[in-house]
């Protein structure tokens, strides 16, 4: 076991890391909001923590911290700019502003060290630091997705104009979702920094966008759970596809459009659906149909009509 | 504004003005949806507004709900003009809607949907202990019961008929504890029973002092169940006044009704 996790203690920093990223996709995304921000923050983490760590020796709370808040500041700001967008246009809002932060690093002179990037970025940061934070984060996100958080956020992106009717300020929780997208975003940027003591342009480039997008919408997009599939199958299936060599990259394209065609709730929504159906199964069996006796009877041609595959009231009417 | 709402709603002064609109008009470019309408509605009372497709009852709603931007006009609310309230506020202030269509979330149950309409008056700290144990506040039970919708409470809405999904957005709209109810068009789609069911659940809540604005299409109900009548044609006020002079009005029964509506008024 102890050997296993040395020669693999790579791959499972990947994981979380990786996790974290996906979720600063993911967050927004919850909440009806599809923006690319939060790797346009793992640059903002990613530099911070290497700038600061280089030059001043700080610890590393201090420098992902740093980055953290920087980020979730630039989120809040950025939030602000966008407020009249979404869907596509938003999305491609977000993509500029991470291309953008791309084209600062590489032009940066001095600060950011240009194209080749900035190395020995020395720290204490180790692999336990970094799962604690994740779970942590896990444990917020967790709850977040429960009670009357969840339901809530499940309004804004389920129907905005209902939210508001209920009383939920949906332009508040736009706002709040960058704030969280970018502080995880830069979170994962700045412990990748820290963990390969270096970062350069080419590493917060456009294919974490490709990455994290890849891992949501196979894991899928409505849990933090999503996520975590989505980052373990991605970080690990390099590594269990060495086998086919080169064709690696077109296995990867031919799972996603799969995920993408068949599952469109990723791989949890596969399994919610399973549970749900299990759930149901168990509720109809003890009473003996006591379910279908419990309905008013005035539905039951609506209920037959529908079941046997005839139009429904709405259409009917 | 007090926190009176926090409370079942009574009826303090029965007649006495909670919520007026003064030439209020929505213009959609060149269409005048909505085009210089005045109401007003009295707490305790059902005020029904009574119109043909198109006469822009929905968008009157929408623009009394701060839902649809205002062209021209004021709207009040305890005379207090609410036209520039982030629409989100009015639920906060006792004001509660239905939409014309089925708008319940999918993946929430039916329980959760209702859930939703009470989450706003759910203080801090319970909103945490829901984390750790599920609870279902009282006027969310209280919203179950006098809907009907107990014995649906597990499923989702995609497997509910239509008629219940229409009171599960009811019992929603009430689990808020508002203290006006806006409803658009509550009973389109249901069965002669079940709407029969939800007039006598208006009329109930009615009695027990809500204040009720109702959008609907059953002329029968609307006399039956509505102290006042408003009808809209095209945007603009057609008559107004109690519900069998309104349904006898020659210009409403030409816009909409039909001379057979005489009956519904003699009932």
């Known amino acids: ?317 | 504004m007090t926190t009176s709402q926090d409370t079942a709603p009574t009826s303090p002064a029965t007649g006495t003005t909670v919520l007026q609109t003064i030439d209020v008009a929505v213009h959609y470019g060149g269409i005048k949806a909505v085009d210089g309408i005045d109401l007003v509605l009295e707490s305790g009372r059902i005020l029904g507004i009574l119109g043909p497709n198109g006469s822009g009852k929905s968008t009157l709603l929408g623009a009394v709900t701060r839902l649809v931007p205002l062209t021209r006009g004021r709207v009040l609310l305890d005379g207090e003009d609410y036209g520039r309230t982030p629409p989100a506020r009015l639920a906060h202030r006792g004001i509660a809607r239905t939409f014309q269509t089925v708008r319940l979330l999918p993946d929430l149950t039916v329980r959760e949907n209702i859930q939703l309409g009470s989450d706003l008056k759910l203080p801090r700290a319970a909103r945490w202990r829901e984390l750790v144990r599920r609870a279902v506040p009282e006027p969310v039970t209280e919203a179950i019961e006098r809907t009907g919708v107990g014995d649906v409470l597990d499923l989702f809405p995609g497997e509910l008929s239509y008629g219940t999904a229409r009171r599960v957005e009811i019992a929603r709209a009430l689990a808020s504890r508002p203290r006006v109810l806006m409803l658009d068009e509550p009973t389109a789609g249901m069965n002669q029973p079940e709407r029969l069911e939800v007039a006598g659940l208006l009329r109930r809540l009615r009695d027990e002092g809500l204040t009720q604005l109702l959008v609907e299409h059953d002329v029968q109900m609307m006399v039956d169940t509505c102290d006042r009548l408003l009808a809209m044609n095209q945007g603009r006020h057609v008559a107004e006044g109690a519900p069998a002079d309104v349904v006898r009005d020659p210009t409403v029964q030409e816009a909409y009704l039909g001379k057979r509506w005489n009956r519904a008024a003699d009932r």
């Open chain 1, 1 to 317: 076991m102890n050997q296993w996790y040395l020669s693999h203690e790579i791959l499972i920093q990947g994981t979380f890391i990786s996790l974290l990223l996906a979720l600063s996709i993911q967050v927004p995304l919850r909440a009806g909001v599809f923006s690319f921000a939060g790797i346009g923050s793992y640059a903002i983490g990613a530099y911070t923590a290497a700038i600061l760590t280089i030059r001043e020796q700080v610890a590393p709370v201090v420098a992902i911290g740093a980055g953290v808040l920087i980020a979730a500041a630039a989120g809040y700001l950025l939030a602000l700019l966008v407020a009249r967008l979404s869907g596509l246009y938003l999305g491609m809002a977000t993509i500029a502003f991470s291309l953008f932060l791309g084209v600062l690093a590489t032009n940066g002179g001095d600060l950011t060290g240009g194209a080749t990037g900035l190395f020995g970025a020395l720290s204490t940061l180790t692999t336990a630091h970094v799962i604690t934070i994740t779970v942590l984060v896990l444990v917020a996100l967790a709850a977040s997705e429960r009670g009357s958080f969840g339901r809530r956020v499940d309004a804004v992106r389920e129907d905005p104009q209902l939210a508001v009717s209920m009383g939920i300020d949906v332009n508040r929780v736009r706002r709040r979702v960058f704030v969280i997208s970018g502080a995880l975003g830069a979170c994962a940027g700045g412990m990748n920094t820290l963990l390969r003591t270096t970062v350069s342009p080419e590493t917060v480039g456009f294919h974490l966008v490709v990455t994290a997008l890849t891992m949501i919408i196979v894991g899928g997009a409505l849990s933090w759970a999503g996520a975590a599939i989505g980052a373990v199958i991605f970080t690990w299936l390099p590594s269990v596809l060495q086998f086919v060599g080169e064709w690696q990259l077109l296995v990867y394209g031919i799972v996603v459009a799969i995920a993408a065609v068949y599952v469109p709730n990723g791989l949890l929504g596969l399994l919610q659906e399973g549970w749900r159906r299990l759930r149901r199964r168990g509720r109809r069996l003890p009473a003996g149909g006591a379910s279908v006796a419990a309905a008013p009877v005035a539905e039951d041609p609506e209920e037959k009509l529908a079941a046997l595959g005839g139009p429904t009231a709405e259409a009917r009417s």
